[in-house]
C-alpha cells in the first residue's frame, strides 16, 4: 500500500488529474510528432541502404534481420500515428488514451532497440542504439513507475539474455558492456520516475498557485464592491460615483445622459420623530423601491438622505418617466411619515443632455439639484425637471 502511494503522489483530484493529463498529452505529442517522423525517414533511408547494398538480393542473414527489425519499427511508428489520431477523433477519454499509446510505443521501441542492440553484438559490442533509446524514453514518454519499471527491466532482460548468444569470446571477456547496460537501465528507471514525480509537483504547485491567485483575485474583488457600496442601503456610494465617471468618460464621443437627483422629503422630522435606527430602516426600503425600478444606469447615495441616479442614453423624457415611477414606487411603501397621517416620499429632479467630459456632468448634476429644489419648493412628492 506504502509503495502504491509512493508511486501515485502527488496525488491530484479527479478534476486535476484530467487537466494534467491534457497538459502532458500535448506535450509529449509536441516530442512524439518529429521523433517519430525522424524515425520513418531513418528507417525507409535503412531498408533502401540495405536493398542496394545487397543488390535488392538480401542475401544474407544479417540484411534479412536488420530488414525485418526496420520494417517492424517502420509498421509500428506508422500504426501509433494512425492509432493517435483514430482515438482523438473518436474517444472521450482521448488524452489518458494517447498518453496510454505513447508508454506501449515506447515500449515497443524499447524493446526494438534491446534487439538491435543484441544482434550488433556479432560485430561490435557498444550499446548506443539501446543507451539513445532507453534515456530518450525515460526522458521524453511519460510512464506511471508502475509500468516504467517493467519496460525497463522486460528490454534489460532481453539485452542480458540476448548478449551471450552473439558476442564473440565469451560473457567474461566483454564483462564491461554488461555491467554498462545494468546501469544504463537503472539511471533510466531513476530518470523516468525522478520525471514522473517532477512533472506532477510541478502540476499540483501551479494549480495551487493559480487557486491562491483566483481567490486573492475574488477576495480582491470583494473589498472592492464593499469599499463601492453604501453600508447601510447596498447601493453604489460617492466613491464609486467618481469612478463610474472616470471610466465613462475615457471614451472620446459624448454620451447623451439623464442625471436624476432624489431627495427623501422631510428626512430630519422623521429622525426626530422616530430615532436613527427607524431612519436607517426607512433610508433601506426608499433604496430598495427605487432600485425595482431603475433597470439601466447605476443608482447612487449621494449622502444622508439623498441619492442620484445616471442613465447614459436617456434624454429629457425618459428620466422624467423614470423620475416619476421611482416618485411612485416609493409613495407605495406606505411608510409612516413624521406626523403619521402621510406616507414618506420623496422628491425627484431631473434632467438630460450630452457629456463628453467631466464638467459636463457637474453641469448637469447641478441642473438636476435645481429641479430638486424646484420640486422641494412646489410642495414635495413630485418630479421638477430642467
Known amino acids: 500500500m506504502k509503495i502504491n502511494r509512493f508511486f501515485q503522489n502527488p496525488a491530484l483530484d479527479a478534476e486535476q488529474e484530467r487537466r494534467f493529463m491534457d497538459m502532458m498529452e500535448k506535450r509529449c505529442w509536441k516530442y512524439f510528432l518529429p521523433v517519430g517522423s525522424s524515425i520513418i525517414v531513418f528507417q525507409i533511408y535503412n531498408i533502401f541502404y540495405a536493398l542496394q547494398y545487397t543488390g535488392f538480393q538480401l542475401n544474407t542473414r544479417a540484411s534479412r534481420v536488420y530488414m525485418t527489425l526496420y520494417l517492424i519499427l517502420l509498421t509500428v511508428v506508422a500504426a501509433a500515428f494512425l492509432l493517435r489520431k483514430t482515438v482523438l477523433s473518436r474517444s472521450k477519454e482521448k488524452s489518458r488514451l494517447c498518453l496510454l499509446l505513447y508508454q506501449w510505443f515506447g515500449?515497443?521501441?524499447?524493446?526494438?532497440?534491446?534487439?538491435?542492440?543484441?544482434?550488433?553484438?556479432?560485430?561490435?559490442?557498444?550499446?548506443?542504439?539501446?543507451?539513445?533509446?532507453?534515456?530518450?524514453?525515460?526522458?521524453?514518454?511519460?510512464?506511471?513507475?508502475?509500468?516504467?519499471?517493467?519496460?525497463?527491466?522486460?528490454?534489460?532482460?532481453?539485452?542480458?539474455?540476448?548478449?551471450?548468444?552473439?558476442?564473440?569470446?565469451?560473457?567474461?571477456?566483454?564483462?564491461?558492456?554488461?555491467?554498462?547496460?545494468?546501469?544504463?537501465?537503472?539511471?533510466?528507471?531513476?530518470?523516468?520516475?525522478?520525471?514522473?514525480?517532477?512533472?506532477?509537483?510541478?502540476?499540483?504547485?501551479?494549480?495551487?498557485i493559480e487557486r491562491q491567485n483566483r481567490e486573492i483575485l475574488r477576495k480582491s474583488q470583494e473589498l472592492n464592491e464593499l469599499a463601492s457600496r453604501d453600508a447601510l442601503t447596498g447601493l453604489w456610494n460617492r466613491r464609486f460615483l467618481e469612478i463610474f465617471l472616470d471610466d465613462l468618460f475615457q471614451k472620446e464621443e459624448s454620451v447623451s445622459m439623464a442625471v436624476i437627483m432624489i431627495d427623501v422629503d422631510e428626512f430630519k422630522q422623521y429622525n426626530?420623530?422616530?430615532?436613527?435606527?427607524?431612519?436607517?430602516?426607512?433610508?433601506?426600503?426608499?433604496?430598495?423601491?427605487?432600485?425595482?425600478?431603475?433597470?439601466?444606469?447605476?443608482?447612487?447615495?449621494?449622502?444622508?438622505?439623498?441619492?442620484?441616479?445616471?442613465?447614459?442614453?436617456?434624454?429629457?423624457?425618459?428620466?422624467?418617466?423614470?423620475?416619476?415611477?421611482?416618485?411612485?414606487?416609493?409613495?407605495?411603501?406606505?411608510?409612516?411619515?413624521?406626523?403619521?397621517?402621510?406616507?414618506?416620499?420623496?422628491?425627484?429632479?431631473?434632467?438630460?443632455?450630452?457629456?463628453g467630459q467631466r464638467s459636463d456632468f457637474d453641469r448637469l448634476l447641478g441642473a438636476a439639484d435645481s429641479a430638486l429644489y424646484q420640486a422641494k419648493t412646489s410642495g414635495r412628492n413630485r418630479v421638477g425637471k430642467v
Not at 140 to 150: E, G, H
Not at 339 to 346: C, P, Q
Open 107 to 208: 515500449l515497443i521501441l524499447l524493446l526494438w532497440a534491446a534487439c538491435v542492440t543484441v544482434y550488433d553484438q556479432r560485430v561490435s559490442d557498444n550499446l548506443n542504439v539501446y543507451t539513445v533509446a532507453a534515456l530518450g524514453i525515460a526522458v521524453l514518454v511519460y510512464m506511471k513507475p508502475a509500468f516504467s519499471i517493467p519496460c525497463f527491466l522486460a528490454a534489460e532482460l532481453v539485452v542480458l539474455a540476448g548478449m551471450p548468444r552473439f558476442q564473440p569470446g565469451g560473457m567474461l571477456e566483454h564483462y564491461g558492456v554488461y555491467i554498462n547496460s545494468v546501469v544504463l537501465a537503472a539511471t533510466a528507471v531513476a530518470v523516468s520516475i525522478y520525471r514522473y514525480g517532477t512533472v506532477r509537483e510541478e502540476f499540483r504547485k501551479q494549480e495551487l
Open 272 to 355: 426626530d420623530t422616530y430615532g436613527h435606527q427607524q431612519g436607517d430602516d426607512c433610508l433601506r426600503r426608499v433604496a430598495n423601491a427605487m432600485k425595482l425600478v431603475v433597470s439601466r444606469g447605476r443608482l447612487f447615495r449621494y449622502g444622508g438622505e439623498e441619492f442620484v441616479c445616471v442613465v447614459p442614453g436617456y434624454g429629457g423624457k425618459e428620466a422624467a418617466a423614470l423620475g416619476e415611477e421611482i416618485r411612485k414606487n416609493v409613495e407605495r411603501l406606505g411608510i409612516p411619515a413624521a406626523d403619521g397621517k402621510k406616507s414618506t416620499t420623496v422628491s425627484v429632479g431631473v434632467t438630460a443632455g450630452i457629456a
